[in-house]
Nanobody
Framework: QVQIEESGGGLVQAGGSLRLSCTAS????????TAWHRQAPGKQRELVAH???????IYGDSVKGRFSISRDDAKNTVYLQMNSLKVEDTALYYC????WGQGIQVTVSS
């Protein structure tokens, strides 16, 4: 059974930065793609960023140029570096590593 631990969320002012981390166990991490999604109140869950096991990346249109996804297979961890944060980035952010994490809150204040 996959166990997923997300960290790094919180409250930040617009224009600031945060880095989310997601560490997984119970899975062959280096062989699978991983991703971050987010869901804002009243909205559908959307893709933020995806990284394959060979490090090909895909980003949602709203975060291109501001967010960066990376992974460290030795640590079974995927990261999401979020820069130039906007109020509209406020959401519950979910890590996907073979299964969904519980989500971590990111709140951006104006």
């Amino acid at each position: 059974q996959v166990q997923i631990e997300e960290s790094g969320g919180g409250l930040v002012q617009a224009g600031g930065s945060l880095r989310l981390s997601c560490t997984a166990s119970g899975i062959s991490f280096s062989n699978i793609a991983t991703a971050w999604h987010r869901q804002a109140p009243g909205k559908q869950r959307e893709l933020v960023a995806h990284i394959s096991n060979i490090r090909r990346t895909i980003y949602g249109d709203s975060v291109k140029g501001r967010f960066s996804i990376s992974r460290d297979d030795a640590k079974n961890t995927v990261y999401l570096q979020m820069n130039s944060l906007k109020v509209e980035d406020t959401a519950l952010y979910y890590c996907y590593v073979g299964d969904w994490g519980q989500g971590i809150q990111v709140t951006v204040s104006s």
